[in-house]
């Protein structure tokens, strides 16, 4: 891990591989945040970055209050 501008640790990325926003949550399904807040990310300073971190675990309530997302559709 390396160190940030400040001499602490970096705050890593909570992405866990499963990008997919579920359309009525309008978060992630893997890292619970918004496309926003993805695109953002690189952006943001570490106090920013660990101000998200800290509202990801109230946000899967708000996942399971929205139900599974709809199947995807096909191509073709």
């Known amino acids: 891990m390396s160190a940030s501008s400040e001499g602490g ?5 909570p992405c866990v591989n499963i990008c997919v926003i579920h359309p009525g949550a309008g978060l992630c399904v893997g890292c619970l945040r918004t496309g926003d807040e993805i695109a953002r990310w690189g952006a943001m300073s570490p106090q920013a970055r660990r101000a998200l971190m800290a509202a990801l675990p109230a946000r899967a309530a708000l996942l399971d209050a929205a139900g599974p997302p709809p199947p995807p559709r096909s191509r073709g």
């Open 9 to 13: 640790a970096a705050i890593e990325s």
